[in-house]
């Protein structure tokens, strides 16, 4: 029987929007404003900035060189690049990861529409930080209430990853992200444009380096992986549905500079806001969900501000959503011969069950958290550029980046490439890891 044709992206654009959708994300808005601020501004940037192109780029590309030359799903590209070996686990660790990260991650995906319809409602106008403090607390206190937004969110993502890649993922993809760039732009210029924004601008851009300890490198290399989607097999299942005559580097290097680009957008939109108001940088977590809206409720015309803002939230969560089950979709599809629908169906009911689990146990929440974002991840994007750097080695890598010759690329270039994917993206996944067993 003729296999069924797999689908793919039809354009380089739609890969790329594809790929900056899922690396733009409730990472960038939620997780990288408030890191920010409790560790040091500026210094943590830069070297956020660092591990984003000495070791984010180089897993990145191999993740990327994996997925297109095996043109298969997590588990069977390492089958089909190595026949024969173990590696093969990289895979199945990647869908795990993919599966515990959808989890929680619907679960806040969720926080946002609820935090949309709050918004549409103009129901941030009390002005009260303590009442908007109440508000999240008796939201994420109310089991009901959120597991109907977990569900809504999950419905969304579905619905997208059932169309498929071209037809759902690609224009979905297409049309959402410009929408995001141009509203985070909108806004980030309205919150620097605020009476008493500048303490806020030099917070994000000059430097204070007293902040810096070793959990910044972590909190920073982490950041790096999660907003960049890496360790996970994600990247790789998009890259296997990608043309055999698209530009690796370019598309690679294009997607972590427009992950980057959106979060120090965000926090413009963000920091000089909450400086305006003269609040505390290091909110932590409740920074979207509490302190915005209080800010919200005092400028002018900011109940407009909120729905634009929440609308990003939303849209950034679902193009990283459904790029995160697309991984489980795939695999299901390709190892038990599935057809879409199925696989999308039993993906959800999955995912619903243990998002379920995430909302009534914040323990879980958390485990799910810990072991995707702080193990597996980093263990899979270790595995990932071990494999592309020394298994298909220097002649696979050169073939990739290449297309087997058709794209000049300079010797030297190619060089420090291979450097990082071989030595320093390796080395420095292990100090961390090292480091973090010892802690
Ligand atoms: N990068 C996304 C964000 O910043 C989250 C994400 C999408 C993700 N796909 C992933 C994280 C795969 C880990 C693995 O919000």
Not at 210 to 227: E, I, R
Not at 392 to 410: A, H, M, P, Q
């Amino acid at each position: 029987m003729e296999p069924t044709k797999r689908d793919s992206f039809a354009s380089s654009f739609g890969v790329l929007v594809a790929l900056a959708g899922s690396a733009v994300g409730l990472g960038n808005l939620w997780r990288f404003p408030y890191l920010v601020g409790q560790n040091g501004g500026a210094a943590f940037i830069l070297i956020y900035l660092g591990f984003v192109f000495l070791v984010g780029l180089p897993v990145l590309l191999a993740e990327f060189i994996i997925g297109r030359r095996s043109q298969a799903s997590a588990r069977k590209a390492f089958h089909k690049l190595a026949p024969g070996s173990w590696w093969g686990i990289t895979g199945v660790l990647g869908v795990i990861c993919c599966i515990l990260i959808i989890s929680f991650y619907s679960v806040v995906g969720g926080w946002s529409t609820e935090y949309l319809y709050k918004a549409l409602c103009f129901d941030f106008t009390a002005g009260d930080p303590q009442a908007l403090r109440t508000m999240f607390d008796t939201f994420s206190a109310s089991v009901w209430r959120q597991l109907v937004c977990h569900t809504i969110f999950l419905a969304l993502t579905a619905g997208v990853v059932v169309a498929g890649v071209q037809n759902g993922i690609e224009k979905f993809s297409k049309v959402m992200m410009p929408m995001l760039f141009l509203i985070i732009i909108g806004i980030a210029v309205r919150s620097m444009t605020l009476p008493g924004s500048g303490p806020g601008i030099s917070y994000l851009f000059k430097p204070d380096w007293s902040k810096v300890t070793s959990q910044t490198f972590l909190a920073a290399l982490g950041q790096a992986f999660f907003s960049l989607s890496l360790g996970s097999c994600m990247v790789m299942t998009y890259a296997s549905y990608v043309k055999k005559d698209a530009h690796i580097l370019a598309l690679g290097t294009q997607t972590a500079i427009s992950d980057v680009l959106f979060a120090i957008l965000a926090g413009c939109a963000i920091m000089p806001a909450v400086f305006a108001f003269g609040i505390s940088p290091g909110e932590g977590p409740d920074l979207v969900f509490v302190t915005l809206p209080h800010i919200f409720s005092q400028l002018p015309m900011g109940g407009v501000v909120a729905i634009f803002f929440f609308v990003a939230l939303l849209l950034a969560a679902l193009t990283s959503g459904i790029s995160i089950l697309e991984v489980i979709v795939a695999f299901c599809m390709e190892e038990f011969k599935m057809k879409r629908k199925v696989a999308v169906a039993l993906t959800f009911l999955l995912i619903w069950v243990l998002g379920c689990l995430c909302i009534v146990s914040s323990k879980v929440f958390s485990l799910f958290e810990f072991l995707s974002a702080e193990c597996l991840m980093l263990i899979g994007g270790l595995l990932v550029v071990l494999f592309a750097g020394w298994k298909l080695g220097r002649k696979g890598v050169f073939e990739e980046l290449t297309n087997g010759g058709d794209i000049r690329l300079s010797p030297r270039m190619f060089e420090i490439l291979l450097f990082l994917i071989r030595f320093v993206a390796p080395v420095a996944l292990l100090a961390i890891a090292v480091f973090q067993i010892h802690e």
